[in-house]
């Protein structure tokens, strides 16, 4: 019987920092695996790990013979990562913590086997990027603006095709049906796992660089183009079957078919480029290559290795219980009154409070918030919506309203950055949003107030977060957002006065409610 393998002491080091590096940036980790399950634009990422370690295992040998002297830029690199993880803790951005864990490996592969063993693992250690979800407010950003292009190239297709359409927003009126382009259309359920099909696809094609990367990059426009033709596909089989078709089982199947077809045509993109240059077949060259064996950078010292890893072990330790610490020091929350007592009557406009579900209190996870449907003399109706965190630490932020009307049904069709000028003549900034859901249209202003600034930037304020948590030691803070409806043939300017007005008495009282 043979005994089973054993592992040298520089082997079991380099487990005990994996291990310890899973541990340290087990916060952002596991707000990854969550966003996997959660939403379906990124469920694929169940897979990238295994296809990671598989590339890994597939070029075990060449790993072996690649294996040189430790390098200094290990530490480095393990520097760094704990510093995103220590940033990652304080902001509540876990793609600092996600990305710092990749750093992180890339350091224990240095400090194990040098420069020449990275060479061999950084391809399936990037991979894993594509395994990271983008930010909430960058996902909702590209969904819109996708949904956007969907539709106009949609109703383009329909038009070629001869039927008579009318866009509006993202609501493509075919006459006997209103077809509505909402955030599940917008092409990101196929746009990512396609980026990371066709990155492997390039890396897998044995061609000239400038093809690989036509052939990664293409599969934006292919993704796009596709949907586009999907959403077109579903408005001729409304017109030619009823309005069933835009739902249920086809819908999803469609989708499916549409996956495959992008699929498809990458693949004919390969068979294009070689029938103009070498002409082989289009299997024979999607192969998992394998790597030459990289020249060990200086000589292979048994005891260096082991005093790089105990070092870097020791960067990873440090960098863990610096983020323990700073991110779970006690932060200074300033005294304030609470929302539920801000005023129900400002000039002619009179409120009746309303609430949200437990259920989605508990997801935004706020301290504190005010929800009112605000009445002019006149009749006009504004509703004033603000919620205050008193820490935004450890992933709790206020939610971006570009994250959360898609999910009401409602179809972001415009956005842009106004200045409304206050009482004494200061112009402050905010988000304007139109909305539609079918024949229904809103007005929305939304903005942060921040520990006494008024920003409508999403970058701006996370950068505001991370100073003023490392200098003030505080991230508490509010979104405030106001709605109001668009009245059948009212121009949309009457809103943006109706919501001026009341944005005009609302912000001066906001100060006892929202500390600055």
Not at 163 to 184: F, H, P, T
Not at 206 to 223: I, K, Q
Not at 242 to 259: N, R, V
Not at 345 to 358: D, K, M, P, T, V
């Amino acid at each position: 019987m043979s005994s089973a393998p054993r592992f040298s002491r520089n082997e079991r080091l380099l487990l005990v920092g994996v291990l310890l590096a899973f541990a340290a940036f087990y916060g952002g980790l596991a707000d990854l695996v969550a966003r996997w399950y959660k939403q379906e634009e990124y469920s694929h990422g169940f897979f990238l790990p295994l296809i990671s370690l598989y590339l890994l295992w597939h070029r075990r040998a060449v790993l072996a013979q690649s294996r040189g002297a430790p390098s200094a830029w290990g530490l480095v690199a393990l520097v760094v990562a704990a510093g995103l993880l220590v940033l990652g803790e304080v902001t509540a951005i876990f793609i600092a913590i996600q990305v710092g864990f990749l750093v992180a490996l890339v350091g224990l592969v240095l400090c194990y086997g040098g420069v020449s063993l990275l060479r061999v693992t950084l391809l399936p250690i990037a991979f894993l990027l594509f395994a990271i979800p983008l930010p909430y407010f960058i996902d909702s950003q590209l969904s819109w603006r996708l949904q956007l292009i969907s539709s106009n190239l949609g109703v383009g297709f329909l038009r070629l095709m001869g039927y008579a359409v009318y866009l509006e927003g993202n609501v493509i009126d075919l006459g006997s049906y209103k077809l509505q382009v909402v955030e599940a259309c917008s092409g990101l359920r196929y746009l990512y796992p396609l980026l990371s099909l066709g990155f492997l696809m390039a890396y897998m094609y044995p061609a000239a660089l400038r093809w690989r990367v036509l052939l990664f990059v293409s599969t934006v426009p292919v993704t796009v183009l596709t949907n586009s033709a999907r959403i077109a596909m579903v408005g001729v089989l409304v017109e030619r079957w009823g309005s069933g078709m835009a739902d249920g089982f086809l819908h999803y199947f469609e989708g499916w078919i549409i996956f495959l077809v992008c699929q498809l045509v990458l693949m004919g993109e390969i068979w294009l480029i070689e029938r103009f240059t070498q002409r082989r077949s289009v299997l024979d060259v999607q192969q998992f290559p394998m790597p030459a064996v990289a020249r060990p950078t200086g000589s292979f010292v048994a005891g260096q290795i082991t005093h790089a890893l105990l070092a870097g072990l020791v960067v990873l330790g440090l960098g863990w219980a610096a983020a323990q610490t700073v991110g779970g020091r006690e932060e200074i929350k300033p005294t304030r009154m609470s929302l539920k007592t801000f005023p129900l009557e400002l000039g002619n406009w009179r409120a009746s409070e309303s609430s949200l579900s437990i259920e989605v209190e508990q997801a935004l996870g706020f301290d504190d918030y005010v929800l009112a449907d605000y009445r002019s003399d006149a009749g006009d109706l504004v509703n004033f919506y603000v919620a205050y965190y008193s820490s935004q630490r450890k992933g709790v932020s206020p939610h971006s309203p570009q994250v959360c009307i898609p999910g009401g049904g409602w179809v972001i069709s415009g956005i842009t950055r106004v200045a409304v000028p206050l009482n004494d003549g200061t112009p402050m900034e905010v988000v304007r949003v139109v909305i539609d859901k079918g024949s229904m249209r809103q007005l929305v202003y939304y903005w942060f107030e921040q520990r006494g600034r008024r920003i409508s930037d999403e970058y701006l304020m996370k950068w505001f977060l991370l100073s003023d948590a490392v200098t003030r030691n505080r991230t508490d803070g509010a979104l405030v957002r106001v709605v109001t409806p668009v009245r059948p043939g009212e121009a949309t300017d009457a809103g943006d006065e109706r919501l001026a007005a009341f944005v005009r008495l609302a912000v001066p009282l906001m100060g006892p409610f929202v500390p600055e």
